[in-house]
């Protein structure tokens, strides 16, 4: 197949949120030639489905992709970008998506993309200009925004931000939209925020995963493992800290085991981990498939771990087991928390409280608002908030949405 055959194939087969694509981001997704801003790959995987990896570090942990036609198309949608727009884009990656933005603002727009890394910044402002696309590609760092520029109508990011930086708030215009993978007590949403003046209030809030952004506010995510081997590591975020060499012991304990009574097809629980994030001691437990497939440790409840709580020397996280359904095409699972450590029965009991609220609260159907405030604008009213969480320059709540105060 040549390049278009596959491009027009790969616009396609994307359906963010199984929606077809709006008339303008179709139109842009069929001009931009992707393969261009991917020359190190095959045009069959330049338009496949999934992220292309372009640049790893020292120690071969990705760096910069082409994010996944489905996210690229997903943000651009939530961006909700018109002709004359002036576009700001944190992480220019390839260019590729700086690109499609050019597309949908036209002539009377502007898109500027920051890239913290230096040769990932040129390549891109390279592929940019050979298909000649009027797009300022700036190395710096994103964190600090484009200083000297005006305010911006959107400003999307495209690696995981631990924080809104102060200069975001500053360049966003008055009735602004900023699409920001955000991280919230480990937890990445993107979030689809509208400003009205000094408060940013969610569109949508949807579960996805981004490299961390680099940089002056980088905040990393630490990992540390329990006991000597590699088979349980409790990943936590933020500046939290947790005593290594208090859980050693914890596996030596036999498993206390508490199941919810809360069946979810696929074992899908929508926003549950905010729920549980509440509770102290909150943190992401990753569990190795050779300790769970030797019989040394339950399954974490998803692939990539789940959340669960570690206090002294014990922890706790969720697990699932097939539940009874007669629906043979989508299978049910039991949500249920396990423990180990001396007090570990008591840290998967208060787990499988949780889950029982979040059933209560509306489960599966559940949806959050978040808001966010400048730091400095003190602290406003926290009535109906599930978690209020505390950045360097922003202030983010998390609020259920039948929660949502009227006057909101
Ligand atoms: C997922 S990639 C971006 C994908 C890109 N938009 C595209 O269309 O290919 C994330 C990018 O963010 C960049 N990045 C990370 N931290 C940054 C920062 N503080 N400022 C600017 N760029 C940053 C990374 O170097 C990486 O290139």
Known sequence: MTADELRN???DGVRPSGAALSGRVDAAMRAV???VFVPEVSLERAYGPDPVVTHRD???VPVSSASAPGTVAGMLEDLDVHPGHRVLEIGAGTGYNAALLAQLVGPAGSVTTI???????SAARAALSS?????TVVHGDGMIGAPGRPTFDRIVVTAGAWDIPQAWWEQLAEDGRLVVPLRILGLTRTVVFERAGAVLRSRSVVEDGFMPMRGVGAVREQNIRVGAGPDLVVRLDDDRQVDASALRGALDHPVAVCWTGVAVPWGWTEHLDFWLATLDGFCRLL???AAVEDGRLMAAKGPWGSMGVVEGESLAYLTTRPSPTDDAAMPSYEVGACGYGP????????LAERVRDWDRDGGQGVQLWIEAYPAD???PEVSGVLLAVDKRDSRVLVRVAEQVPAAV
């Open 9 to 11: 194939a790969m616009v």
């Open 33 to 35: 030639p992707r393969h």
């Open 58 to 60: 020292g120690d071969g």
């Open 115 to 121: 890239e913290y890394d230096e040769a990932v910044a």
């Open 131 to 135: 298909l000649g696309a009027a797009v």
């Open 287 to 289: 569990v190795s498939r």
């Open 343 to 350: 007090r570990g029965a008591d840290l998967a009991a208060r």
């Open 377 to 379: 604008a003190g602290r």
